[in-house]
């Protein structure tokens, strides 16, 4: 699929498709399958090595020696950033929110096992000083390759649009058809690639994006940047007569109000209740909140018997360690972001 676009292989695919019988059962609901991206192979896996095959190998073309992303203490992305600029020998450098813990955990951990070099910004979490501290390597003489924070732009898009052809296959020789994809939202290359995909392949499945993150200053409303995203990578897919809008995106925001990070109910009932029907860890950040959204979406009737909902994991256990993530804390915040 798009031999025009450099891609190196970094994981293991297909990620496989899992039943969750007992979890269906127990809630009475719709069947529900799972796409198992936490198991993608790259240091503990994760969504983000789809988008990685593409911008990795867009860095070797462009003879960059090493790369450079952004993301908070805990990001997924950057660790399997750190880990994907191993495999191929280029160093990585990484732009973190907040100040270097006392004791390094979870991704943070392995950010360091990985030999990134660590870039603390304080309150800039959001990668805002990406551009100046790359600036700073090009004046080293390094030449940076730069990655957006949470590799989303329209290179690491074509990694979901290449998922949705995989999942599509998969479901032909399933011999099964599903009713909507349920997923965790954030950054958005996931949902526009998904959403590339599903109009290039003629899927007709809905795509419900569960959003992570709470709205507060961003200049444009998600499902406007979606629909950028989208457009741009239908575009260096070169299907050109692709346009997306704002309307073309289900993105389900009830679930984000707690912020970014911050461990509620939600995400602790839906990592418990999973963790014990299916045997199946998900994460505190992502995949907790959006399976918590998805429940609650099942539970107030909007998917029901005799639908087939797939819910696709993300990734992002390592989290799990993170005490500031705890799950057994009733109180419990993340500093870090
Ligand atoms: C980054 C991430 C997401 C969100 O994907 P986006 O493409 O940023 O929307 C979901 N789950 C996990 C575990 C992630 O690390």
Redesign the pocket.
């Known amino acids: 699929m798009f031999p025009n676009l450099p891609r190196l292989s970094l994981g293991f695919f297909p990620t496989p498709i899992v039943e969750l019988s007992r979890l269906s059962e127990s809630l009475g609901g719709p069947r529900i399958l799972m796409k198992r991206d ?1 198991q993608t192979g790259l240091a503990l896996g ?3 090595t789809r ?1 990685l095959e593409f911008l990795v190998a867009d860095a070797i073309q462009q003879q960059c020696d090493c790369v450079i992303t952004a993301g908070a203490a805990q ?3 950057c660790r ?1 950033t750190a880990a994907a600029a191993a495999m191929v020998g280029l160093e990585c450098h990484l732009v973190l929110g907040g100040t270097p813990p006392i004791q390094a955990n979870g991704n943070l951990l392995l950010d360091e096992l990985l030999g990134a070099t660590l870039h603390w910004t304080g309150a800039d979490r959001k990668g805002e000083q990406l551009s100046a501290i790359a600036a700073q390597l090009t004046s080293q003489g390094k030449h940076p390759y730069r990655i957006p ?4 732009n329209a290179l ?2 074509a990694g ?1 649009v290449v998922a949705m052809a995989e999942l599509q296959q998969q479901m032909q020789t399933m011999e099964r058809s599903i009713d909507a994809i349920a ?11 998904l959403t590339v995909g599903k109009a290039l392949l003629g899927m007709e499945v809905e795509l419900v ?1 569960i959003r ?1 993150d709470k709205a507060e200053d961003e200049p444009l409303s998600y499902k406007a940047q979606l629909a950028q995203l989208a457009t741009s990578t239908a575009q260096i897919l070169e299907l050109s007569d692709c346009q997306f809008q704002p309307a073309d995106f289900r993105v389900e925001t009830a679930y984000q109000e707690a912020g970014y990070g911050i461990v509620s109910d939600l995400e602790r009932s839906a990592v418990t209740l999973v963790a014990q029907t299916e045997g199946i860890l998900l ?1 505190p ?3 907790g909140r ?1 399976m918590g959204g998805l429940l609650d979406l099942i539970q107030s009737g909007q998917f029901q018997s005799p639908q087939t909902i797939l819910f696709w ?5 390592p ?1 799990l360690f993170d005490p500031k993530l705890s799950l057994k804390e009733p109180e419990s915040t993340a500093g870090d972001g």
């Open positions: 936490d994760g969504n983000k988008k990001s997924n992305h399997q924070y949470g590799g989303s690491g898009a979901f997923f965790a939202s954030s950054s958005g290359g996931t949902q526009a690639g994006g992570i994460d950040v992502y995949t959006a994991h993300t990734g992002g256990q989290a």
